[in-house]
């Protein structure tokens, strides 16, 4: 478990107070959300859940540096950046449980969720893919010259995925608008980052492609924040991809950090922590305890969205299911 405290390395460059204090109390919503899912999936309730606990600097860093209109092409990890964003607790809590409520009806792994609130495109399970797609989405941005950047969130694993190589390229040669945030945590499940790569970080993998490297410390909300909002900038001007590494290591609690910096600020207190405490685990207790009771998409929806007109076949599969007992 995360334990330490250590200073934040960009107090010279903060954000406005009312920022800050709303990044804060969304990182401990993230934190207090994780640990309960964690727990969820341990009790077996939950197919699998994908943590952000320790990384909540880089993804909240990353995705509050985005402007509006931008889009996120996550990993499954940034779910608190995209209740920052506006996607709706209820919409991610039925994704992860897969109920009747969620936009994909149950079909996607969780965490891999959309939500156009948020502007969060779909996640894939295969790993890295969301580089291809944000890359895509941001080259057609160009071509339609819709100021748009898209934010593409991905482990130090995913860098040796033929995504990475394809995305980066094209990124390179054709100045997409496009920012890669490289979260390396040091593992990718068992596989240690040395073994991902023979080259000393991740971040100078860009140079090749012509994409600029950044490396950032990963537990810094607000180091990640402004390498983040310069590769925007530097993207929205049609000057293309920069490739930033944030490392991230979990003996730095990167929210016990914000909260140590917003006390400095005298802009947070304990009470203030102790009644913002509270009022999560209430939102919590009643959200997940009305995601747990929502029913399941019914089963004959499996046919639906796939096909215009659905072919004789799956008719004739349909029939058949719907005669099976529940
Ligand atoms: C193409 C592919 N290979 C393997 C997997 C299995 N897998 C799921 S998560 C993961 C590790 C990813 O590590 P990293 O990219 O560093 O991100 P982290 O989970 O550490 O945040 C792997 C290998 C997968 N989903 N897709």
Redesign the pocket.
Same mark, same amino acid.
């Given at each position: 478990m995360v334990a330490t405290v250590t200073p934040l390395r960009t107090l010279d460059a903060p954000l406005a107070d009312e920022r800050v204090v709303a990044l804060y109390k969304h990182m401990v919503l993230a934190r207090a959300l994780d640990e309960r899912l964690v727990h969820l999936q341990k009790e077996g309730k939950l197919a699998s859940h994908?943590s952000a606990i320790g #990384?909540e600097a880089t993804i909240f860093g990353g995705i509050a540096a985005l402007r509006e209109q931008d889009w996120v092409f996550h990993? !499954? &990890?940034e779910a608190g950046g995209a209740l920052f964003r506006g996607m709706p607790l209820a919409s991610y809590l039925s994704h992860v449980f897969g109920s009747s409520g969620d936009g994909g009806k149950g079909r996607q792994m969780p965490g891999t969720f959309a939500s156009r609130a948020a502007r969060f495109a779909s996640a894939s399970?295969? $790993? !890295? @893919?969301q580089i291809t797609h944000a890359v895509g989405f941001a080259w057609a941005a160009k071509l339609k010259k819709d100021d748009v950047v898209a934010l593409s969130c991905? !482990? #130090? !694993?995913? @860098? *040796? *995925?033929g995504d990475f190589h394809t995305g980066l390229n094209f990124a390179g040669v054709f100045k997409a608008p496009v920012v890669f945030l490289c &979260? +390396? +945590?040091?593992?990718? $499940?068992s596989?240690p980052?040395e073994r991902?790569t023979a080259a000393s970080s991740f971040w100078l993998k860009g140079i090749a492609y012509g994409v600029p490297g950044v490396a950032v410390d990963g537990n810094d909300l607000f180091a990640v924040h402004k390498a983040v909002a310069a590769a925007v900038q530097r993207a929205a001007r049609g000057e293309g991809a920069t490739l930033i590494e944030a490392t991230t290591s979990r003996k730095t609690d990167p929210v016990a950090r914000v909260k140590e910096h917003l006390e400095a600020r005298h802009l947070w207190s304990e009470k203030d922590d102790a009644e913002h405490a509270s009022r999560v685990r209430a939102e919590l207790d009643v959200a997940l305890a009305l995601a747990q009771s929502e029913p399941l998409p019914p089963r004959e929806s499996m046919f639906d969205d796939v096909y215009r007109s659905v072919p004789w076949h799956l008719h004739e599969e349909r029939e058949e299911l719907q005669k099976c007992p529940k």
């Open positions: 994908l #990384e990993y !499954g &990890r399970a295969p $790993i !890295g @893919t991905f !482990g #130090e !694993g995913a @860098t *040796s *995925s &979260r +390396n +945590n040091g593992w990718a $499940i596989v980052a991902q």
